[in-house]
């Protein structure tokens, strides 16, 4: 079922759209049902875990969890459309993991605090660091990208104050 939906909790300030509720024979209730299309080297690349099984990124596992809560569903899954020479699709479930939307709502909320009180959040590598990486990276492999030999960035940032210099008020 197309739910068609925003659905969000004004009090923590969190919201999501799920892309499908479903409904299985074999399950109890209903469920929420992400969608993502992905190439497939992209997908053997940032969905497959060290066993070769599939495993969706931890920030798509995340965003299910999240509506599964918000719509009040029984469980939730992810659906991977794989597009290269021929289409695939899997559904793969997403385990609830206990405490989960607790910590969830935790950040969200330390999130618009920051955001009402004009804060930038330093960043902490030593604490985000792994976080980080399981967003971006598959297995520990990352491609690391060398732009020391680069010099558009400097380029960029002195454009950047140059239009900043020119800048007029009305």
Known sequence: ENPGVYIRDPKVRLGATPDRYIYRPDRPGFGVLQVKTVEESIFKKTWLNEEHAIEPPLWIAVQAEVERHLSGADYAMVGVLRAGFGIDCTAIDIPAVP????????????????????????????????????????????????????????????????????KTTI
């Open 99 to 166: 405490n989960l939307m607790k910590k969830i709502e935790e950040n969200v909320a330390h999130f618009w605090w920051m955001v009402d009180h004009g804060k930038v959040p330093d960043p902490d590598y030593s604490k985000d660091g792994k976080t980080i990486e399981a967003l971006w990276t598959r297995n520990g492999s990352s491609a690391v990208l060398d732009l020391s030999a680069d010099n558009e960035l400097v380029e960029i940032a002195d454009e950047k104050e140059r239009i900043a210099g020119e």
